[in-house]
Nanobody, 125 residues
Framework: QVRLVESGGRLVQTGGSLRLSCAAS????????MAWFRQSPGKERDLVAA????????DYKDSVKGRFTIFRDNARNTAYLQMNSLKPEDTAIYYC??????????????????WGQGTQVTVSS
């Protein structure tokens, strides 16, 4: 049974930093793409960042480029999202996600079949 558990979300002031973690189990973590999505009220769930199994490829939502960094520790079965220079518009529930094990790399939301429960990030102005 695949399980993704996010942590690290909290209230932070504009300009602050947070690091989100996603602990994975039940899948071959070292060979699977991982991604972070976010969703705020009334909006679609959008890709924030994705990372390939070996960290050789990453993709970011335009609005977070230069501020957010996705990385992973395959030995710990954990993916991370380092968020710096946070803005109020970054306020959302952040979800960790993984595609089917057979998917090589994707940034398409529909390809992600495993999801965590989400962690709330709130950036105050």
């Amino acid at each position: 049974q695949v399980r993704l558990v996010e942590s690290g979300g909290r209230l932070v002031q504009t300009g602050g930093s947070l690091r989100l973690s996603c602990a994975a189990s039940g899948l071959l973590f070292s060979s699977i793409t991982m991604a972070w999505f976010r969703q705020s009220p009334g909006k679609e769930r959008d890709l924030v960042a994705a990372i390939s199994w070996g960290s050789g490829r990453t993709d970011y939502k335009d609005s977070v480029k230069g501020r957010f960094t996705i990385f992973r520790d395959n030995a710990r079965n954990t993916a991370y999202l380092q968020m710096n220079s946070l803005k109020p518009e970054d306020t959302a529930i952040y979800y960790c996600a993984a595609p089917d094990q057979s998917t090589i790399y994707t940034t398409t939301r529909g390809d992600y079949v495993y999801w965590g429960q989400g962690t709330q990030v709130t950036v105050s102005s």
